[in-house]
């Protein structure tokens, strides 16, 4: 096979790579998950001003609180979903004047540091 050959299958293997993730979700809000004192993902990427959902499929209540930092649990006012109950679902929204790069991280109020996902980190992108 010819190095252009190989250049163009490479070329188009790419290309079906890139359409197949930018297509996915593009009818599902994004999504964090409550159960078994974690976090899931853990670390996922938004729009500014973007509405998050956050499912508890836990036995407890928690919170998606923001954070000043990977190991902070601080309420920077960024967001709050307040306590969430047991099987219930809240949203909350991105700042609309966050910039791309920017990264808010987020922890349990409840539960301060004990969770088995201490803290997690949503990336503007
Ligand atoms: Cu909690």
């Given at each position: 096979m010819s190095p252009l050959n190989r250049f163009f299958i490479l070329l188009v293997l790419i290309l079906f790579v890139s359409c197949g993730s930018s297509s996915e979700s593009a009818d599902e809000r994004t999504t964090i998950t409550l159960s078994d004192m974690s976090f899931d993902p853990t670390?996922?990427?938004?729009?500014?001003?973007?509405?998050?959902?956050?499912?508890?499929?836990?036995?407890?209540?928690?919170?998606?609180?923001?954070?000043?930092?990977?190991?902070?649990?601080?309420?920077?006012?960024?967001?709050?979903?307040?306590s969430i109950s047991p099987g219930e679902t809240v949203s909350l929204e991105i700042p609309a004047d966050a910039s791309l790069g920017d990264v808010f991280y987020f922890?349990?109020?409840?539960?301060?540091?004990?969770?088995?996902?201490?803290?997690?980190?949503?990336t503007v992108q």
């Open positions: 670390e996922l990427s938004a729009l500014p001003g973007e509405t998050i959902d956050v499912v508890n499929d836990d036995d407890v209540s928690h919170t998606v609180t923001s954070s000043s930092g990977p190991n902070a649990f601080d309420n920077s006012g960024d967001f709050d979903t307040g922890y349990c109020d409840i539960h301060e540091g004990i969770m088995d996902t201490p803290n997690g980190q949503i």
